[in-house]
């Protein structure tokens, strides 16, 4: 056999070296003899050829006579069979066990393959793990990491196939275990051209990912001997920049599936830095989706999404967002900002895609934010044009501009598939007084009215009298709860009350009934418009004689405070009046203020559908899990007709809105306000004979 191996490095000496040096190179050599578990032969021969090196080398006419030889060309040494061995030994030993490896590995595969059993196979094996450990190691010097593992796998394999030194196979697997990060990061780094190699890169990654728990290391006490989550997270922010954005949109999404809420939180950077970069709004609206749905109690998520509102051009909720945000020093410097609070938040989203949306890509170069060019983009006008027909933002082109003219006067200071779907529409997340949209569609379908009865003449006749009546329970609903009446009092007004809502009750059960003959319903209507005349003219008699009966009453109590609660009652007109729905959200905001505030159970079954109440039953239970209690003080301020059908109404309401959240001490932890008003969308939906609310979006 013959090895890339020369007298001079055999022994371990420089060619200029004198015969003294030489003879105690030969000596050293002796005296340090592997002792790995080599069998005495193997050694013996080793120790001979140093000798005849040392002998050649010191033997000035045999010396000269070897030099003219390698100046002449020749390279390498002969090895007897006898000798190939302790030949491969010195050639590990010289600094060359790349080399040695590949010999001996060689030497162990057929036709050469020693006998089972035989000192030479022992020990060929025990070169070969040896080697192949110190080839791994000077990979590793040169920052070829994945050469090293594979010097690594191909020493466990041999030992595996020997079935000997289980010990020292352990060895190398934990060698191979250890390197594993530093692998991913070399075949990751590499040129994107060697497609085979990246898309490697990429499965050890995930495997590696997912075998330690996700990015949060869930399963890492099995895997400390590779990564602790602290060098673990320092390894990641390294390998993640050799990744495309769309590589690491599809990673982080896979990971989250699989539980993981940093990785989701990723996964929205991931797709905001697209979205941006390579203008694709739709990738916005899956990111504004995802962190809707990110539950990580340290990250205040309002400005974030406040972001992409800006960024999708929803101005007013983007504003909203950012009112909605606990960072309380985020919330001052928007205070103190000189300008207006559209260029804050201008500024504050741009510096956040440079900083921490845009970073970390390996085919994202922005060095500067341009908004102005964002907006300016005509794609990106279409898009949000098209989307504004699609939903319910309040959008149009001038938006656009304005915003556009806001970036112009502060610039001085593979593809993803998506559907835009009504949650990613909905803009309803806001924790009070919004909530999440639910399936409108299903609750309509269920309940849609197959006749249109306002176009029935008899229809309009029983919703007159409907809403009649509805009012006039109200009224009385109301009288009866006031604290100007006397039990005496209260019991006459029962009678009365009773008798008339039973005569109201036959007259409505008549018309629904006999609706065909609009003879007969005349005749009804008549009948109990009487009734209603006589009602109005004993209920002015009988508030007469209260009024003086309780003159007394009125002086005691003139400095008393009086509490008036608006009485709960359906709303079963067909077409309900602005003033019957603007007391139905009134109950809603009052009712569902104290439940928050801790004051007792709620109960709105009448005008508030099932779903929507246990949404708000939910919510008073998160807050008590969190030791927090919310004063909330709201007043309508004008609201109007959006759309208005047979079986479905929305409204929108101009609110005066604030809110503070207490402690278990009564220390105020946060505080929020709206000026000059919260725009809240109400929907209304005709359920059971009665108009119920069903939903309500927030900041729109």
Known sequence: MELPLDHFRLIGVSPSATSEEILRAF???????????????????????????????????????????????????????????????????????????????????????????????ADLTLLAALSSRDAAIKEQDQRCYSNAADFLQEGIQILQRMGKMGELRKN??????????????????????????????????????????????????????ILDQKSFEVFFQQVKSFLTVNEQIDLFLNLQKKGSTEAGFLAFLALTAEGYAKKKPENLFEALKIIKNINLPELDKMPLIGCLDLLLANIESAENRFLLSSDENLKEWLNLYEGEKLDAICLYCKNWLENEVLKGYRDIRVDEVDLDSWFEDSEIQEFIEKFEKKSNYALSGAYIR???????????????????????????????????KKDFENFFSDNIRKKDLIKNKSGEIFEKINESYSELKFIIGDILKSNQFTNKSRNIIYLNVFLLLFVFGIGLSFLRNNSKNLEEENISVKTLNKKNNSLNSENNNFQESIEISNVEDTKKEKDTKQETITAISAITSISPTLNEIENLLKNWLENKSKFLAGKGDIDLSKIVQTNLLKRLKEERSNDLKKNITKIINTEIQSIEYLTQSSSRISVLAKLKYSEKILNNNGEVVNTTTFTPFLKVKYILGYSEKSWKLVDYVSGI
């Open 27 to 121: 000596q050293l050599r002796l005296d340090k003899t592997p002792n790995d578990g080599f069998t005495f032969e193997v050694l013996t021969q080793r120790a001979e050829l140093l000798r005849l090196t040392a002998d050649l080398l010191t033997n000035a006419e045999n010396r000269k006579e070897y030099e003219d030889l390698v100046l002449n060309g020749a390279s390498g040494l002969e090895f007897a069979s006898n000798r190939e061995v302790a030949g491969l030994i010195l050639l590990w030993e010289s600094g060359s066990p790349k080399e040695a490896f590949k010999l001996t590995r060689k030497a162990l595969q057929p036709p050469q393959t020693p006998a089972l059993g035989s000192s030479r196979e």
């Open 172 to 225: 190398l697997e934990d060698d191979l275990s250890a390197l594993l990060p530093y692998r991913i990061l070399d075949l990751l780094s590499r040129d994107l051209i060697d497609v085979e190699t990246h898309k490697k890169g990429l499965s050890m990654l995930l495997n590696f990912i997912n075998k330690r728990g996700g990015l949060e290391g869930k399963n890492n006490s099995e895997n400390e001997q």
């Open 402 to 436: 304005k915003l556009s003219n806001n970036f112009k006067k502060n610039t001085d200071e593979s593809t993803y598939d998506f559907k835009v779907d009504e949650d990613i529409q909905d803009q309803s997340n806001l924790p009070l007084p919004g909530g999440n």
